[in-house]
């Protein structure tokens, strides 16, 4: 079974251009699901649509959450595709089993004056060789929508030149084109210089300078997403939110909604998102739904106050 499941992973990589963390999460799930197998003395060559099924209401008595199982559902689903297309298997034991759905959640999004405070906290939280990069870092969070990996990873030769636009590569190695604004221009360019001084001491050192934005002495040679985590965490608590509910994926969400508050076309934001599917990005929709819902309720003469 591990045979199977570095041969799909492999797939993945080189044909569907799937990202190091989507390959992790795959390989976790299916090691699960065979380590499930073995325990009854089946593999994947043997294992039903029964098996599939058993399988899934296992990890429901586990308390794994409906997203969760979906998730293992369609990893053994494309891993069976996969095997089915190489003559592995005659069949997809998991093609026709429904999965238990995901529950939508409305992303949280910060007020533009709540982004305002976040950002200003650059200023006066951290090490003051620090404040430069995260300023920068913040800024082209929400100046973008940008993934944190897409961040982490955005090559430093993508934003020589000043420009009004860069490119992004996303997940299953797709580009796009995002704009910078004029603050976003600004931050970036007081952390070039301070990030050029650092790579001409690097050089003067002997060592290679680093072809990434956001360089660090780690094994991956940038910053990491878990460390962008931690920092948007310690600038929420400077600027006076609730740590538990800033995070920077709701940066993402703030700079799509604020977007489509100023009446931007939804289209456009799906483009800017790097969203496959429209309906990923109409969720949105729902977010503004809420706040008109709430304004009523608030200020208008007949609504119900109770």
Request: proline fraction near 5%; glycine fraction near 8%.
């Amino acid at each position: 079974m591990d045979r199977w499941i570095s041969s799909f992973l492999e797939a993945q990589a080189a044909e569907q251009g799937a990202a190091r963390n989507t390959l992790l999460a795959y390989g976790r799930d299916l090691q699960d699901f065979a380590g499930w197998l073995d325990r009854r003395g089946s593999d994947f060559s043997r294992a039903a649509r029964d098996d599939v099924e058993s399988y899934l209401i296992w990890t429901e008595a586990e308390g794994l959450s409906k997203a969760t199982r979906a998730r293992r559902l369609s990893a053994i689903r494309q891993m069976y595709r996969f095997a089915h297309e190489d003559g592995l298997r005659p069949d997809n034991p998991a093609l026709p089993i429904r999965g238990p759905g995901r529950v939508q959640r409305l992303p949280q999004a910060l007020t533009q004056s709540e982004v305002a405070a976040l950002l200003d906290a650059t200023a006066i939280h951290g090490p003051a060789s620090d404040r430069l990069r995260n300023r920068c870092l913040m800024e082209l969070v929400y100046a973008t929508g940008m993934r944190v990996s897409e961040l982490v990873e955005l090559p430093v030769a993508a934003v020589r030149g000043d420009p009004r636009m860069i490119l992004v590569r996303g997940k299953g190695g797709k580009e796009r084109m995002v704009p910078l604004s004029v603050p976003a221009k600004d931050a970036l360019a007081g952390w070039l210089v301070a990030r050029d001084a650092l790579d001409d001491i690097a050089r003067a050192s002997g060592k290679p300078a680093s072809r990434f934005l956001f360089p660090t002495a780690g094994k991956d040679g940038h910053l990491s997403r878990q460390a962008v985590h931690l920092l948007v965490k310690s600038l929420a608590l400077a600027a006076g939110l609730d740590p538990a509910v800033v995070t920077p994926h709701t940066l993402r969400h703030a700079f799509a909604t604020h977007l489509l508050e100023g009446g931007a076309d939804l289209r456009v934001i799906q483009t800017l998102l790097g969203h496959a599917d429209l309906a990923t990005t109409e969720i949105y929709t729902h977010v503004l739904d809420e706040r008109l819902r709430a304004l009523v309720m608030t200020h208008h003469p007949l609504a119900r106050k109770d």
